[in-house]
């Protein structure tokens, strides 16, 4: 995704970028020019990484949290795949990932975008305007349930998800399910890419894609 990101950022400039489910910060560099970063990750160890890893960026913040529709405890699955640590047992996921198996689960607190950024803005003495959304975790509707408040500001969203073909009953980590949250509010995906596994998938959404074409 780095040269769609490169491109659209000249289109729609990063004032503000949220990263859900940041892991280690693979690929944070893409937005070391974003007025404010902030990195979300749950899984404690992934976060003293991410933590590491922020330093380095100016204007970025490594949170750890729970990222859900709303605030209340929630199961969190540590998997033997870091990366699929989460909301969703493991046990839903081996369509994907055959030999995934769980580490640990614990009863944790979780919050929504729409309660944690405020807080942040307040920690900080600044209001920050986010307009780049990216979760890079599952379910990512279960996330974007809980952005109502942001999503008007937004004007680029990715997201991972899962192909339609894939029977994990989940259906809030679908392609088909984010896709239903976001026409509505005006969003149009641009791009669609595959990962290594080619049942997960990386698409790219944008408020309004009049701007690109006239690029």
């Known amino acids: ?58 204007n970025a913040h490594a949170l750890q949290a729970i990222i859900a529709d709303a605030s209340g405890p929630r199961e969190f699955h540590s998997a033997s795949r870091l990366s699929e640590s989460g909301l969703i047992p493991p046990g839903n996921l081996q369509s994907l ?41 599952l379910p990512a509707a279960t996330v974007l349930e809980g952005a109502v408040a942001i999503v008007d500001e937004l004007e680029v969203i990715e997201l991972r998800c899962v192909s339609g073909d894939v029977q994990m009953g ?17 969003f149009r995906m641009i791009l669609l890419e595959e990962e290594l596994n080619p049942l997960l998938l990386q698409a790219v959404f944008v408020r309004d894609p009049r701007p690109i074409a006239e690029r």
């Open 1 to 58: 995704l780095r040269g769609t990101r490169s491109t659209l950022g000249r289109i729609y400039p990063m004032r503000g970028v949220v990263i859900v489910g940041a892991g280690w910060g693979s690929g944070l560099e893409d937005f070391a020019d974003a007025e404010t970063l902030v990195a979300i990750e749950g899984e404690a160890s992934t976060f003293q990484q991410l933590q590491r890893r922020v330093v380095d960026l100016p």
């Open 170 to 186: 989940v259906p809030e980590a679908s392609l088909a399910a984010c896709t239903a949250w976001l026409e509505p509010r005006g």
């Open 97 to 137: 990932w055959r030999n995934l198996s769980i580490r640990s689960v614990e009863r944790l607190e979780s919050v929504s975008l729409d309660e944690l950024l405020p807080r942040m803005s307040a920690s900080t003495e600044a209001r920050h305007a986010f307009n780049w959304l990216r979760i890079d975790c």
